[in-house]
């Protein structure tokens, strides 16, 4: 007999879903064992926020949708900043949820369809079990389609109804995003303003790479003579061209951002242009025009002169054609000096040829100095899990990743921490075929910490890498000389190491490069299992995206 939550687990099976995560209880039990007799990998979480961090990073990783289920109640309240994160990252995630019967709410339940839509989330309601099938296959087509995650919650008093015929007052099923082509007077516009230019920069975020979009922006960069810059989504698009940038905004070398500084026209494909990209609006030439090339249908950044919505693949060929038609754009004429041996040894510079004065101590590592030496040791193929805190900037500055789906930046869309324990599950589970590698504040891992028992769990290769200060250090050197009490966010050291070794993994406490052996001796046995490095770093030292954030107020 097929009952609602086997036929939700058979439809999402047959419809490609390989992954879930998620913690049981009540509301979902019965739904998570339907998922795994109808052949769908499960990990199970310590947190439901964790098991919703697993499914947004293991999207990322993978571009396929995961599964987060959870119960009803506290366990769908407990994913709110995952999903949160998810949404505004538009990570194409499927959350399947217990709900309150149809017959009414109990004492404990809450209105989770209205909790969800605040978070800005699709929502589907299965009251039907003839037609839960049906809606749930068409849910899972919104979030492909338009990326974002949608939950479908299962009310408790009809999971284990018979899914036979379907009544006649069922609500119609979610929208699937259609694809949106823009006008050709669009496309002119574009091209006449790109032909024009004598200084064109293209720039990727991460919708640029979902939609394939990567050689054909190649391609009209090189026709138009552009340089090339990502944002830190899309980091690794472009680098195996001698006219890239790097990453566009706080993160930017000095040499790098100097020519994002001197260009005239940027076209920014796939990106929301935030104030990290823009660096709060001290990078861009303010003469310089902005186009954006997004499919979100969302009001442009005050910085962008011109929008268009549209698929950004489609977008640069349809642009690539027209500069044909239109001869060769100014960029172009010898002697602009725009391409040129000057260009290309600045845009070569990173920080690696940027000297600094090393500020460690007897006991605690500069992390520049950790940074860089942890770079060589790192697997060619691997996929790089940030969580949020003030030392992003130290592994962004100095570690590369062989494309976009290697960089898993959790808590960015959201501004939140205690998402990279969490992020490194997923991606670990979704590209096994690479070695993960964490980066962690300590506030984040202490955050995050049941979850690093989920990751030994997996058996999969992971690097943990916590840079340790004892606090947090973004409010700490943002707030504390605004006046802000440095004892409401500092605090004696946490021993990593031991609290990875009683959860299974292997730990050293790192407090100069020669302990990064451990890194060496773990590589030389093929990466097995959880290596994490509890990393004490210099808390003086300010990376210089805050650095400059701080010059401005």
Not at 237 to 263: K, N, Q
């Amino acid at each position: 007999m097929s009952t609602l939550v086997t036929a939700v687990a058979a439809a999402l099976a047959a419809d490609g879903v390989r992954h879930a995560f998620g913690l049981v209880g009540g509301g979902n039990v019965l739904a998570t064992a339907a998922l795994t007799a109808s052949g769908v990998h499960y990990t199970a979480a310590r947190h439901e926020g964790g098991a919703m961090g697993m499914a947004d990073a293991y999207f990322r990783a993978t571009g396929e949708v995961a599964v987060c289920t959870t119960t009803h109640g506290p366990g769908i309240a407990n994913t709110v900043t995952a999903l949160a994160e998810a949404a505004k990252n538009r990570s194409a995630v499927l959350v399947l949820s217990g709900d309150a019967p149809l017959a009414g709410p109990r004492p404990h339940d809450i209105d989770q369809s209205a909790l969800v839509t605040a978070l800005g989330v699709p929502v589907v309601r299965l009251t039907d079990p003839g037609t839960a099938a049906t809606r749930t296959r068409a849910a899972l087509a919104v979030a492909r389609s338009r990326q974002c995650p949608v939950v479908v919650l299962l009310p408790n008093d009809l999971l284990g109804t018979r899914a036979d015929a379907a009544t006649p007052h069922e609500p119609p099923p979610l929208a699937s995003a259609a694809p949106r082509t823009p006008a050709e007077h669009e496309t002119e516009r574009l091209a006449t303003l790109l032909a024009a230019a004598r200084r064109p920069l293209l720039l990727a975020g991460a919708g640029a790479w979902r939609s394939g979009a990567g050689k054909v922006l190649r391609d009209l960069g090189d026709r138009i003579g552009a340089l090339y810059t990502t944002t830190v989504m899309a980091h690794g698009l472009f680098d195996d061209s001698p006219w890239s940038l790097g990453i566009c905004g706080g993160f930017s070398a000095p040499g790098p951002a100097e020519l994002i500084g001197r260009a005239d026209l940027v076209l920014a494909f796939g990106t929301s242009l935030d104030a990290f990209t823009l660096h709060g609006g001290r990078l861009l030439d303010p003469a310089a025009t902005v186009v954006r090339v997004d499919l979100a249908d969302a009001p442009a950044h005050p910085r962008v002169d011109v929008a268009v919505r549209g698929d950004a693949a489609t977008v640069a060929a349809r642009l690539l054609d027209a500069i044909d038609r239109l001869g060769d754009p100014v960029s172009c004429t010898p002697g602009t000096g725009w391409r040129s041996a000057r260009t290309r040894a600045l845009a070569s510079a990173g920080w690696y040829d940027v000297p600094y004065e090393d500020a460690g101590t007897a006991d605690r590592i500069d992390p520049r100095t950790l940074s860089r030496a942890l770079a060589p040791l790192l697997p060619a193929e691997h996929t790089l899990v940030l969580d949020g805190g003030h030392f992003i900037g130290w592994p962004v500055m100095y570690w590369s990743v062989p494309d976009p789906a290697a960089m898993v930046f959790t808590g960015a869309a959201f501004q939140s921490i205690g998402l990279g324990l969490p992020g490194a599950v997923g991606a670990a589970v979704g590209r096994p075929d690479r070695v993960t590698v964490a980066a962690l504040g300590d506030g984040g891992a202490l955050m995050g910490l049941p979850e690093l028992d989920t990751l030994v769990r997996t058996g999969r290769s992971c690097l943990v890498v916590v840079y340790d200060d004892g606090s947090y250090g973004f409010e700490e050197h943002m707030y504390v000389p605004r006046g802000a009490d440095r004892s409401t966010m500092s605090f004696a050291d946490t021993d990593f190491a031991g609290l990875a070794r009683a959860l299974g993994a292997a730990a050293v406490t790192v407090r100069e490069t020669a302990d990064l052996a451990a890194v060496t001796a773990w590589r030389e046995r093929d990466c097995p299992g959880t290596l994490l490095l509890d990393c004490k770093i210099v808390r003086r030292v300010i990376a210089p995206y805050l650095a400059d954030l701080l010059a401005g107020h």
